[in-house]
T-cell receptor, first 113, second 112 residues
Framework: TQLLEQSPQFLSIQEGENLTVYCNSS?????LQWYRQEPGEGPVLLVT?????EVKKLKRLTFQFGDARKDSSLHITAAQPGDTGLYLC?????????????FGAGTQVVVTP | KAGVTQTPRYLIKTRGQQVTLSCSPI?????VSWYQQTPGQGLQFLFE???????NKGNFPGRFSGRQFSNSRSEMNVSTLELGDSALYLC???????????FGPGTRLTVL
């Protein structure tokens, strides 16, 4: 069982639509990161959130860290085909060093023109 | 600034053999972590090295081992390969004072 549960597992939308991906846990994380991964490549870091209740915006992407630091969400506004990829949430547990991340299973997002 | 590099990018081995994968972190990063990614299990933490010492270890059998050199480059070794070891092996580096990991492109290992 994974400490971080991502939902949905798969999301297929049309260009211009909005989408939200959720990442939930019963454990508290000292920080949480979102990555996007293309096939055959390593994950690319999108954002890090560290404060409960924190909201970060990266162009059309909005990231939120829950008040209790147990959950997070990623919202994409007006999705474009270039947003297609595997979105992964990953967290540092308070008892672990920064070099150890717990990953969710990922959400495969497909944006069609 | 160059990113994390991993060699080789692709590798094909047969059951029972052993394999060594290499990772060069971003310049100045002293922590190197290794992950295994499979379709069924997703990304799972293998181990982390910092200043040539293993700082964290995941739940993998002893066939999986690693080391780090004084220049922070790291290698991981898998002995007595099994079919289930087929995966994308990812390396990530972290600054000493940072909390963000930067990943390499991975090594795709296929065990026949």
């Amino acid at each position: 069982t994974q400490l971080l549960e991502q939902s949905p597992q798969f999301l297929s939308i049309q260009e211009g639509e909005n989408l939200t991906v959720y990442c939930n846990s019963s454990s508290v994380f000292s920080s949480l990161q979102w990555y996007r991964q293309e096939p055959g490549e390593g994950p690319v870091l999108l954002v890090t959130v560290v404060t409960g209740g924190e909201v970060k915006k990266l162009k059309r992407l909005t990231f939120q860290f829950g008040d209790a630091r147990k959950d997070s969400s990623l919202h994409i506004t007006a999705a474009q085909p270039g947003d297609t990829g595997l979105y992964l949430c990953a967290g540092h547990m308070t008892t672990d060093s920064w070099g150890k991340l717990q990953f969710g299973a990922g959400t495969q997002v497909v944006v069609t023109p | 600034k160059a990113g994390v590099t991993q060699t080789p990018r692709y590798l094909i081995k047969t059951r029972g053999q052993q394999v060594t994968l290499s990772c060069s972190p971003i310049s100045g990063h002293r922590s190197v972590s290794w992950y295994q990614q499979t379709p069924g299990q997703g990304l799972q933490f293998l181990f982390e090295y910092f200043s040539e010492t293993q700082r964290n270890k995941g739940n993998f059998p002893g066939r999986f081992s690693g080391r780090q050199f004084s220049n922070s480059r790291s290698e991981m070794n898998v002995s007595t390969l099994e079919l289930g070891d087929s995966a994308l092996y990812l390396c990530a580096s972290t600054r000493s004072s940072g909390n963000e990991q930067f990943f390499g492109p991975g090594t795709r290992l296929t065990v026949l």
